[in-house]
């Protein structure tokens, strides 16, 4: 069991929670693993129809833990605990229920273009800030974001790497609802309860459906993703952006 990620699974649910408040849910290595292997006992577990993936009502996570990438090498990237975990939500055949409130940043947004049904609360706030560190797009954000929002939105959120809000979200496609934070994980387990009361072989046929026409496609693009980010943590404009975050915290 993972100190950051805690897993229940109840009702026909299988919930994984990202709990590293201190750091707003940074991903680490270790983190990627346990949700790594809480998906694949959820795809394993005949029990559960419905995966709900969440941080806290304030924070879902601020993405890939920026000390682990300053640490790490070039091309460490494509066979990593983070790649892992994106090839594992890529493939996952069952529905996924995604809760944000507060930052959903580089991974922490890329992930929900995995999910079925986003739910954030008004406050929540989505940044692919890759392009700002110097990085590449992953998590197949460079296939599937100009699909859901348009190439010039796509290309605006990419290039420019500024947050947006749950409103921006909602009308770019990348969140089903906007729900008042009290509510947030209760309403997010109230529409896990009502897929996982469907037929699970029907939903997971349905989902199938959907992705298909993206799947092969997608697989080859966050593999060529992975290349050139890992080619990009070790150029000087990615190790300039990634030391001035923590000089920014020192200064
Ligand atoms: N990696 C490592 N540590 C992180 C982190 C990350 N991605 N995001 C936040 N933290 C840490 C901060 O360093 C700080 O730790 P400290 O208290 O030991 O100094 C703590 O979490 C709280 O963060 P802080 O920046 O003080 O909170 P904030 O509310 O002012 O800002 C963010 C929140 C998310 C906007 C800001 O932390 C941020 O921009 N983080 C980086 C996000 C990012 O670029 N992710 C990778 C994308 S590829």
Redesign the pocket.
Known sequence: MSTHVRTTTAERIASIELHRP???N??TGEMYQAMTAALARAEADDDVHVILLHGQADCFT????????LAAGPGAVADSAAARFLAAIRTARKPIVAAVGG?A????TTMLLHCELVYATPGA?F?L??VT?G?AP?GGSSLLLPMRVGYQRAAELLLLGR?FGAEAAVAAGLVNQVVPEARLLEHAREVALAVAAQPPESVRLTKELLKRPTARELEERMAEELRLFGERLGSPEARAALGA??QR?RG
Do not use: T, W, Y
């Open positions: 201190e750091k707003k940074a991903l601020a993405g890939n833990d920026l000390a682990d990438f930052v940043v580089g991974i922490g706030r940044q800030p890759f560190l990085l992953e947050p975050f923590f915290k």
